[in-house]
């Protein structure tokens, strides 16, 4: 999904910057826009599962983002008669064209709130081409507003989960520098199926001639039989006429 970069410095809280990257995941072609913003009917449910917190998280957050002026608006439908519907959000709309930064949707409920903010800064400084960057902590402390203590503890997180690799760079005088960092690509877990086993019995294929005793008839009708239904008829055929013309 399309991230615009303005978001990074626009919400300064954790909360926020994740329901922001949720609402603009929901985007789409066919996504109806008024002059206010984009239009998104979503039940907080959904926005539950998407973030992975709680519905007193989701309810303070859209407060706070319609307080900020993120969501323009709020309203819900009626479904019937004393029942109320699903909330159509009316959300500011940022264009997408240039200037965002990608993210896989599937992360967001898999990163609290710091570890998510974190995520999203090294999304934006990695580069197109091998999603690395080198900023130093100190840097990524001014960024984001956090301390350096801290930075460095979501950044040890992140990289024990696997979400970014970091990777040690010496000079020629043998110091290390500012390390380089490597966004992961998550690819979901996935059980991967064995093609089954090929049975080691040989089947037996019996071939008929006209040197081979034939004792027992009816074993050639059996359904049972390899024969092919052409072969059968010939031998009922043979046997009818044998019968009828007699041994002599």
Do not use: W
């Not at 978001?7 to 985007?27: E, G, H, M, N, P």
């Not at 998407?50 to 989701?58: E, F, K, P, W």
């Not at 503890?153 to 979400?163: C, D, M, N, S, Y």
């Amino acid at each position: 999904m399309r991230i615009p970069n303005s978001f990074v410095t626009r919400f300064t809280q954790a909360a926020d910057l994740k329901l922001a990257c949720v609402f603009y995941s929901l985007i789409h072609k066919n996504t109806k826009r008024n002059l206010l913003g984009y239009e998104i009917t979503v039940k907080q449910s959904t926005l539950m599962s998407l973030c992975g917190c709680s519905l007193s998280t989701v309810k303070r957050t859209v407060r706070s983002l319609s307080k900020c002026g993120f969501i323009k608006s709020q309203k819900r439908q009626m479904t019937t008669p004393g029942k109320l519907g699903t909330y159509t959000y009316t959300i500011d709309a940022v264009s997408t064209a240039s200037k965002y930064f990608t993210m896989d949707k599937k992360l967001m409920s898999r990163l609290n709130g710091n570890e998510f903010r974190v995520y999203a800064v090294c999304c934006k400084l990695a580069d197109s081409s091998h999603k690395s960057f080198f900023q130093s902590y100190n840097d990524l402390s001014k960024l984001l507003g956090m301390s350096r203590q801290d930075v460095l503890r979501t950044i040890e997180k992140l990289v024990k989960g696997k979400f970014i690799r970091k990777k040690k760079i010496r000079t020629r005088a043998g110091d290390f520098t500012d390390n380089t960092y490597t966004v992961c690509i998550y690819v979901p877990h996935s059980r991967i199926k064995k093609a089954p086993r090929r049975s080691s019995r040989r089947q037996s294929i019996h071939c008929f001639t006209m040197n081979t005793p034939i004792k027992n008839t009816s074993s050639l009708y059996n359904k049972s039989s390899a024969l092919s239904i052409g072969f059968k008829k010939k031998m009922r055929l043979l046997e009818i006429f044998f019968l009828k013309r007699g041994s002599g």
